[in-house]
Every structure is written in C-alpha cells, then in structure tokens.
T-cell receptor, first 114, second 113 residues
Framework: DGGITQSPKYLFRKEGQNVTLSCEQN?????MYWYRQDPGQGLRLIYY???????QKGDIAEGYSVSREKKESFPLTVTSAQKNPTAFYLC?????????????FGSGTQLSVL | DQQVKQNSPSLSVQEGRISILNCDYT??????FLWYKKYPAEGPTFLIS?????DKNEDGRFTVFLNKSAKHLSLHIVPSQPGDSAVYFC????????????FGSGTRLQVQP
C-alpha cells in the first residue's frame, strides 16, 4: 500500500530541546516537502527537497533543519531556535517541484511544548 | 502577505443543497489551482484541480470555477452530503520553477443532515 508515513503522531518538546519528526514515503516520488499548520491558518512551507542530498528553504525555515540522505526519507528537526514550535506538521511528496501536480500528504505530527 | 485567501472561515449548508467555497489570490504568476479536503488530525487529500488555461473543471459532484480577471476561484459541491463536512483548502502554484503549493487558511464546511 503506497503512501507517506509520519511518526510520531504526537510529540512533546521541552525547552531547549531539539526534536526530529520522521517522514517516509514509498511512492517513489522525487520531491518531498514539510508544511506547518497553525490553528485557523493555512499550511506554510518550511523546507522542500527535489532530489537526494538537495533541499531548499521554504517560507518559514528559521529554527528548522532537514536532511535528504535517502529518496524515501525526509526528516525534519525542530531546533531550540524555533521559539514557537507548537503546530501540526505535515509531510508531503510529489514527482517533481517543477511541474504542475498534486501533493500527497502524510497524516501529520502534532508537536507541543511542555 | 497572504497570496491565497479564503475569507469565509466556516460555512453551513443543508444536506442535498449546493455548497460554494470561495478563494481569492493576488499573485499573477499563479497558473495552477487545487482544492484539498482535510479532516481533523489527518493530512489533506486532493479533491480537484484546474489549470489557468481553463475556466471550469468538473469531477462528479465537485466543480471548480476559475475567473482569472477577478483572480477568484470557487468550489461547488452538488449535492452536499454529511460526509463532505471537513476543512477545505484552496492552493495555488506559480510558474517560477518552484511549484511548492501556497495554501489559503481554509474554510470549515458543515453539512447538516
């Protein structure tokens, strides 16, 4: 069954702590994305990656980092520099960032600060 | 600066009637538009899309209309069903080499039985 798997579903962060959100896809997509959703707001782009070992900042990259060592995986680290990390985080994938097409989304991770 | 705007945070309609969700955009470079449906604590799922070369696209009960001169698009759901109750996001992409989607803030649709 092809799709995008995000884990964990819920995550709690202490002050000054870095946390990593996992995203795995078996759709054989080249492009992967991280979005953040705050209550009453749309999804905002954090980072995206077109191919392995390459990634680009989105609109709100400050306080976040990513890696793309494998095609299937695009983990997001929320660093201590991100002062307002509480949000719902969504990972997505598509064949390419350069063409018109829909994104496929995972089921999300809710991150909260303790 | 919100480039994609959904000015109605919520909408309530009766089962069987038409639901009309609206979306406005400001970026003239947007040339591809999509609607996503989202349930709580889940990821959005793709509903329907439209290219800027068209003004209408239909898929079953869902029709998207695009008015380029007004920079406005709308999603029509006919007839509305209780299972359609969800948050609907409008999204757009621009012909700038980076086609990561820009999303609106969403409209919560409630279909009353």
């Amino acid at each position: 069954d092809g799709g995008i798997t995000q884990s964990p579903k819920y995550l709690f962060r202490k002050e000054g702590q870095n946390v990593t959100l996992s995203c795995e896809q078996n759709l054989n997509h080249d492009a992967m994305y991280w979005y953040r959703q705050d209550p009453g707001q749309g999804l905002r782009l954090i980072y995206y990656s077109q191919i392995v070992n390459d990634f680009q900042k989105g609109d709100i990259a400050e306080g976040y980092s990513v890696s793309r060592e494998k095609k299937e995986s695009f983990p997001l680290t929320v660093t201590s520099a991100q002062k307002n990390p509480t949000a719902f985080y969504l990972c997505a994938s598509s064949w390419s960032v350069a063409t018109n097409e829909k994104l496929f989304f995972g089921s999300g991770t809710q991150l909260s600060v303790l | 600066d919100q480039q994609v705007k959904q000015n109605s945070p919520s909408l309530s309609v009766q089962e069987g009637r038409i639901s009309i969700l609206n979306c406005d955009y400001t970026n003239s470079m947007f040339d591809y538009f999509l609607w996503y449906k989202k349930y709580p604590a889940e990821g959005p799922t793709f509903l329907i899309s439209i290219s800027s070369i068209k003004d209408k696209n239909e898929d079953g009960r869902f029709t998207v209309f695009l008015n380029k001169s007004a920079k406005h698009l709308s999603l029509h759901i006919v007839p509305s069903q209780p299972g359609d109750s969800a948050v609907y996001f409008c999204a757009a992409s621009a012909n700038t080499g980076r086609r990561a989607l820009t999303f609106g803030s969403g409209t919560r649709l409630q279909v009353q039985p």
